[in-house]
């Protein structure tokens, strides 16, 4: 089992930027990663995947905005927030799971981490 350990939330004020890492305990490149998060009251929702390939996807909501990519020799995942929004405060998790063909926000990731927390003031 991978385990994985969010890093880098905090507070920021709007359009500020904030680099979350997402460190595995073992090699994930042939997994599909992805950073998910949570806001109060609403249902998770994924916000970025990249996969064996780098190749990356993202929720329409932070496309242009933020940036996943990951680091295969520290097994460490990124997600680069840039102009960040009051709308983007939620916990944020990071993920990962088997790639079978292409990966999506509805790809089976069967580990996740504790998230930390984004918080964006207007």
């Known amino acids: 089992q991978v385990q994985l350990a969010e890093s880098g939330g905090g507070s920021v004020q709007s359009g500020g930027s904030l680099r979350l890492s997402c460190a595995a305990s073992?090699?994930?490149?042939?997994?599909?990663m992805a950073w998910f998060r949570r806001a109060p009251g609403k249902e998770r929702e994924g916000v970025a995947t990249i996969d064996r390939d780098d190749r990356s996807s993202y929720a329409d909501s932070v496309k242009g905005r933020f940036t996943i990519s990951q680091d295969n020799a520290k097994n460490t995942l990124y997600l680069q927030m840039n102009n960040l929004e009051p709308e983007d405060t939620a916990m944020y998790y990071c993920?990962?799971?088997?790639?079978?063909?292409?990966?999506?926000?509805?790809?089976?990731?069967?580990?996740w981490g504790q998230g930390t927390q984004v918080t964006v003031s207007s």
């Open positions: 073992t090699a994930t490149y042939s997994d599909c």
């Open positions: 993920a990962s799971g088997p790639m079978y063909g292409t990966c999506s926000f509805s790809s089976w990731y069967k580990n």
